[in-house]
């Protein structure tokens, strides 16, 4: 049972079905709101089946075992996440006291495996672009984190089950956390790269950033990657801040789930939609002047009402 | 920081910033531009050396296809100069078709600027949106003249075709479209927080430089010079239309962008003013086939600055010089002084705010040994026989064949 729950079912090739759904949507949304047409459902897919005939470039210089390593790596970490994240009960597949931060680890190691990946392609372009994905970390990990700790301190808990729980009972507490939501969304822009932090990948300056020397199956694992990431980081926004219907009977709730991060994609499509992509500097900036204190506030404000509460 | 820490990023010759090809070596510390160079010259067609060896109006066709963007600029230039040698009166009518699609042509080349600018800076949805609407002015070309961009519109001594009255009734319906749409991107400007982040205080130029490098065109009217040829040495119909400069004094990207905006909504009001007053007559006049000895100069206030054309005839078919000089070539070394400092990612906006177009600039190569020397003169024969020896060096050697063609030749 634990080997079909791992391999298919909330695993790997439930979240990869649903990554690829997921990655369709976002464009499909995208090129609507640009007054396109957009890719066919099955676009993504068809993506990476061509990605994995290609051949595998690897450049003379890169160091062979990390650039091939690495893809790997960020798959499994971002796969392996989903175990702790209750999806559509408040239980999740494997629960412990304190899972929260395990995610947020992670979910941060995606970010430096394009760093490692990028290092050492060897390439001017990868490196400066793995230089940028990490300074960006740097700036949305405190963020994020601050505003996803904010709604755990009010629950007393550090497992994301328990947070779900906790909320489920207690619906009158969720719109207290709105603050800490808007900014864990802005947060996860800029774990995903989207625009407007799309700036370790900034197609105009650095040709792909980190992706510049990657081709053939690696390059399809690290967008496999991209895409589960994506899903995760909704499916954790959606625990976390969204804990509606979760006593409904089980079909309904899978439904309500799989809505709550359609929702949350396009909430991320509208976003990218509408936003120029930021420099650098603007972005490190806006993080650390406008969201982490936004994200503090929250957690001011947490508190004080969990001395009220009790 | 040390020198070592100084990292050189090679940008172009293809790169997907533009759409042409042009090197640029960027000095980086860190995400700080230190220095940069430019090269260019991937793109020699020998246009003007052409030019020589055909009619004038071979001419006209082949100098529009020096842009792909403004041809009507370098035909219309160059057109206005064979008639200023020739002494042709072009009737008024002609003038003002001539003027119509020219104006047009601003507003294609603005709206595909816009879209490129939205793409530079990551906000594809302003390119997908200005390249939506540039298709209804993309349209009305191809209804008046038969074609997309090279529209082949000019003769010398006119236009080859005349406009009908549902013609004019849907130029007024696409401009009101066009207007509307316009100012909601003019709206969109001064709004939209990440675009305006991305736009204001970068590839600063001052006034004095732009007077120093003799920058022209939009990019000079977004740093205060107020220099349009339209307005200080009118040619065609511009004296009789009403219409302001457009200028500002931001001296960044976003007041080039403020500019070309700007500028669209005047190019409409010019486009109502011609089809209202559009006068009744003739479209060409008839021109000779030789044009007299003499020499004239014709300025041109294309889309994206200053455009100049010199022509000498000698009085037979073909001319003896042409000369163009595209407004890319001056705006260039500007760039330069407005990447000093900047950051990396700017980059691409800078350059794109000077619409470049290198295709159009080139017009020479000159030839450097490694060691830099240059001015050396090879005759016909001798560039032959370096090229022999190049090859043969490299194991390619057809004088055996050459051989074998002269006797199956002699046998014949």
């Keep these: 049972m634990a080997i079909i729950n791992i391999l298919v079912f909330p695993g790997f090739l439930f979240l990869v079905g649903f990554a690829l759904v997921g990655e369709w949507l976002d464009r499909k949304l995208y090129a609507l709101m640009q007054n396109r047409v957009g890719p066919p459902w099955f676009q993504p897919l068809a993506d990476i089946i061509k990605l994995s005939a290609k051949e595998d470039t690897i450049p003379a210089q890169a160091d062979r075992t990390v650039f091939k390593m690495m893809p790997l790596v960020a798959l499994a970490a971002t796969v392996v996440t989903i175990l702790y994240i209750p999806l559509w009960n408040t239980r999740a597949l494997n629960s412990f006291s304190g899972d929260l931060v395990v995610v947020m680890y992670l979910l941060t190691i995606p970010t430096l495996t394009f760093f490692l990946g990028g290092w050492f392609s060897r390439s001017l372009y990868s490196m400066v672009g793995a230089a940028r994905a990490l300074t960006q970390l740097f700036a949305y990990e405190i963020p994020l984190l601050l505003s996803l700790l904010a709604p755990a301190m009010l629950a007393n808990s550090w497992s994301i089950s328990e947070i779900a729980a906790f909320y489920s009972q207690r619906l009158y507490l969720v719109p207290v956390n709105i603050i800490g939501f808007m900014c864990a969304m802005i947060a996860l822009l800029g774990k995903l790269e989207r625009v407007p932090f799309d700036i370790p990948e900034a197609e105009t300056e650095i040709v792909a950033g980190t992706f510049t020397e990657y081709g053939g199956r690696l390059l399809a694992l690290f967008r496999l990657c991209v895409d589960v990431e994506m899903i995760v980081g909704a499916s954790l926004i959606a625990a976390i801040f969204l804990p509606f219907g979760l006593g409904l009977p089980a079909w309904l709730v899978f439904v309500l789930y799989l809505l709550k991060v359609e929702a949350i994609i396009f909430l991320i499509s509208f976003l990218r939609t509408i936003m120029a992509r930021l420099r650098i500097d603007q972005m490190v900036n806006f993080c650390w002047t406008i969201l982490a204190p936004l994200a503090f506030l929250q957690l001011v404000i947490n508190l004080i009402l969990k001395g009220v509460v009790q | ?412």
């Design chain 2, 1 to 412: 920081m040390s020198d070592q820490d100084v990292v050189k990023i090679p940008l172009g010759p293809q790169h997907p910033a533009l759409k042409e090809p042009g090197n640029f070596t960027l000095s980086l510390k860190g995400e700080l531009i230190t220095e940069m160079g430019i090269r260019l010259g991937y793109n020699h067609r020998g246009i003007e050396k052409a030019c020589e060896q055909r009619s004038y109006l071979n001419d006209l066709y082949l100098l529009e296809r020096i842009c792909g963007i403004c041809s009507h600029s370098h035909s219309t230039a160059y057109v206005q100069a064979v008639e200023e040698i020739a002494g042709i009166q072009v009737p008024p009518r002609g003038l003002y078709l001539r003027t119509l699609i020219a104006e047009l042509e601003r507003v294609h080349s603005h709206l595909l600027w816009l879209g490129v600018a939205g793409h530079e800076i990551g906000f594809d949805t302003l390119l997908m949106y200005s390249w939506r609407d540039r298709e209804v002015v993309m349209d009305l070309l191809a209804a008046l003249t038969g074609n997309r961009v090279n529209y082949g519109y000019n003769t010398i001594g006119g236009v080859r075709r005349d406009v009908t009255d549902e013609q004019k009734a849907d130029v007024l319906k696409a401009t009101d479209i066009l207007e509307e749409r316009t100012k909601y991107y003019a709206h969109l400007a001064g709004q939209e927080l990440t675009l305006t982040k991305r736009l204001k205080d970068v590839g600063r130029l001052s006034k004095e430089d732009v007077l120093r490098l003799g920058v022209t065109g939009p990019t000079a009217r977004a740093s205060g010079v107020k220099r349009d040829i339209r307005k200080d040495d009118p040619y065609a119909i511009y004296s009789e239309l009403d219409f302001d400069v457009v200028s500002n004094e931001h001296c960044d990207v976003f007041g080039r962008t403020l500019v070309r905006v700007g500028e669209l909504l005047q190019t409409y009001k010019m486009i109502r003013q011609m089809i209202a007053q559009l006068p009744d007559g003739p479209i060409a006049a008839k021109a000779p086939r030789k044009i007299p000895k003499g020499q004239a100069i014709s300025r041109y206030e294309a889309p994206r600055g200053e455009d100049f054309h010199f022509v000498r005839g000698n009085g037979t078919d073909k001319p003896e010089r042409v000369k163009v000089r595209a407004p890319t070539l001056v705006n260039m070394q500007a760039v330069a002084q407005m990447m000093k400092g900047g950051q990396l990612a700017d980059m691409p906006i800078t350059l794109a705010a000077i619409d470049p177009c290198f295709s159009c600039t080139d017009r020479m190569i000159e030839l450097q040994d490694e060691l830099g020397n240059s001015g050396q003169v090879y005759s016909w024969s001798q560039v032959r026989e370096i090229g022999i020896r190049h090859y043969r060096e490299r194991g390619i050697d057809f004088s055996d064949l050459s051989k074998r063609l002269a006797n199956w030749r002699e046998r014949i």
